[in-house]
């Protein structure tokens, strides 16, 4: 025979004075129940039971204008019932008149947590990936490391101001303090790299409905033109080829050979720095770039001149002692395959005589000096392993090169053009070299 289930009075006139009752009323296997006032409508006790012990809030419960039911809690047991009723009369007389006090109270806790930097951590997160996927996902883009590196810099560095604000709550303003604030401290590059790397974090934040605006649009300006002109003469180029010479710098020269190899091949700094030993064929005289480490991801073959070659070989036949026994490092010219180049530059700069220029202008200085030996612009594109249309400097005349892997073209034309790229590397390794040589005879 089943036991009869206990009524439990659900309704009650909640006062001080009752509480005790209301309490007593409630069996002890009742882990949640809500007792309901009997004179206010909507307001009511409720009553936990858990491994921490019992507690007991007062809530209210009314419906919004689009007919939600809502439920709020407005105090604990410690406010007097009478002043807890007072509340919870006002609140839902609130309710009636079209406010929502707990919707306000749940975007507020939700517009909290999309504070600037934790937006900015989850935007990183989401585009960085410690080691692309072998499979990736249709449509989805990963950064490259050094891509991750820059906006974890801008972001996390460079707009420290702005960690604190909800990201919807930033105004132009703020971002136009932040753009002077980089522009008078890093210059007036790093300020537009930061304008535009703002840009894209808050478009994909209204893309993922964190914020409704984008502030950057109409934000303060920042005038910079990435158009760099700057091109090695002759004579910078010879000097700056014999201030690299190993015993100018330190740990074996390789400062000196990664700039020399850089000369000769046209080659992007990270992608020397980054060389590894296996990636070097000297027996068929290439250097094999991973798609992984190529800034447009293509596996990309590198003939070696005879100077280049003989660099590398050098390098390569170097042991160091481990404590054990002599090995060989895995990367060519670092042990970790990165390498400080900015500071040992400053150096370069003092033994050679030169300044005003960057690694990467030398690579725009070997684009221009193959096009100056009447090296047809296609091939020149192979050899820098362009793709899409660049700028080159053709006999003082700046024009604008089609890579042969382009449009319509690049779908049927796959040729690598290997033996141009390679007699093109041999007549641009014996101009620099007849340059040295004659500088050197005199």
């Known amino acids: 025979m089943k036991t009869p289930k206990t009524e439990i009075q659900t309704t009650w006139k909640i006062q ?8 007593a009323s409630i069996p002890p296997k009742v882990k949640d129940i809500v007792i309901w006032d009997e004179d206010l409508h909507g307001f009511g006790l409720r009553i936990q039971r858990g491994k921490k012990g019992r507690r007991a809030n007062y809530v209210i419960q009314y419906r919004t204008d689009t007919g939600r039911s809502r439920r709020m809690t407005i105090a604990n047991e410690a406010l007097p019932a009478q002043e807890a009723r007072k509340l919870a009369a006002r609140k839902l007389a609130n309710a009636k008149t079209g406010d929502d006090p707990q919707g306000e109270k749940v975007a507020k806790r939700y517009k909290g947590s999309h504070v600037f930097k934790a937006v900015a951590e989850s935007f990183i997160a989401d585009k960085e990936l410690p080691k692309p996927p072998s499979k990736p996902k249709p449509g989805k883009k990963y950064w490259r490391p050094s891509t991750a590196k820059q906006y974890r810099h801008i972001l996390l560095t460079c707009c420290q101001p702005l960690h604190g604000f909800d990201i919807g709550d ?5 971002i136009s303090l932040v753009l002077r604030r980089v522009e008078d401290k890093r210059g007036v590059r790093m300020a537009a790299l930061t304008r535009n790397r703002l840009m894209t974090l808050f478009i994909w934040a209204m893309g993922e409905g964190l914020t409704e605006t984008n502030p950057v649009i109409g934000a303060r300006k920042v005038e910079y033109s990435g158009t760099r002109e700057r091109i090695l003469s002759d004579d910078e180029l010879v000097r700056i080829w014999r201030a690299c010479e190993p015993e100018n710098f330190p740990h074996g020269g390789n400062f000196g050979r990664v700039i ?8 992007r700094r990270s992608e020397v720095t980054g060389m590894k030993r296996d990636e070097v064929k000297l027996e068929d005289g290439i250097w094999i770039l991973p798609g992984e480490r ?3 991801h293509r596996k990309h073959t590198i003939p070696l001149s005879p100077p280049a070659h003989g660099i590398l070989k050098e390098l390569l036949e170097r042991k160091r002692w481990n404590g054990k026994t002599w090995t060989s490092d895995r990367f060519v010219f670092s042990s970790f395959g990165t390498m400080n ?10 033994r050679s005589g030169t300044n005003d ?24 594109s192979c050899v820098l392993n362009h793709v899409s249309v660049f700028r080159m400097d053709v006999q003082g005349m700046t024009v604008n090169v089609q890579g042969p892997r382009t449009g ?9 053009y290997f033996r141009d790229m390679q007699q093109a590397l041999d007549r641009w390794a014996e101009h620099v070299m007849s340059l040295v040589e004659v500088v050197t005879t005199r």
Not at 367 to 373: D, R, V, Y
């Open 16 to 23: 001080t004075k009752t509480f005790p009752q209301i309490l």
């Open 170 to 174: 930033i105004t132009r303003g703020e």
């Open 260 to 267: 020399q190899m850089l000369i000769l091949t046209g080659a």
């Open 294 to 296: 190529s800034k447009n």
């Open 341 to 350: 180049v900015q500071r040992t530059r400053d150096a370069l700069y003092e």
């Open 357 to 380: 220029w960057w690694l990467h202008d030398i690579r725009k200085t070997v684009a221009t000096g193959m096009g100056n030996l009447s090296i047809a612009p296609h091939v020149i």
């Open 408 to 416: 319509i073209t690049g779908k049927y034309n796959l040729s690598p």
